[in-house]
């Protein structure tokens, strides 16, 4: 991968302020919309989740998920070139009260202010997605497939 993609699809996850969640709903996939953060020197995106939402307890109970985030269409795009990532992540609920916790909570507010109210709801947590693989599509025939330290290193910048 060039510096101008890796440039552009960084920058991707850093202006796109949410991402589409995959999880196994029920044996099914199933797919809801999550604000999300991935704090400046870290590999795994933050979402801050209610339990009563299904996408929740889907990723307690199967914690591998999906996470996409793209490009906006623009004029003459062909959808097929829209640049975008895939990170296919295992699912991490943050334990309240740790070092860890604070970190993410702080980071999750820097991007999202309004969500203040949520933290002080019983019934949301913080989740890391711990990245797995990554499928990163800059163009139409500029696709590229990251794993293990090469993907961190790419995550973290």
Known sequence: ??????????????????????????????????PFVLPAGH?????????????????QQHPRVSLLVMAELAEGMAPQALPRVALQADAQLLVRDSAEYAAAREAYLARFPDAAVTFGL??????????????LVAGFGRAHALVGPALAQWLVG
């Open 122 to 135: 019983g019934d949301f947590s913080l989740v890391a997605l711990q990245p797995v693989s990554a499928r």
């Open 43 to 59: 590999a795994a995106p933050l979402i801050h989740v209610s339990a009563l939402a299904p996408h929740t307890r889907d990723l």
């Open 1 to 34: 991968m060039d510096a101008d993609d890796t440039r552009m699809l960084r920058h991707l996850l850093a202006a796109r302020p949410v991402a589409a969640l995959g999880t196994l709903h029920q044996g099914e996939p199933a797919v809801s919309m999550v």
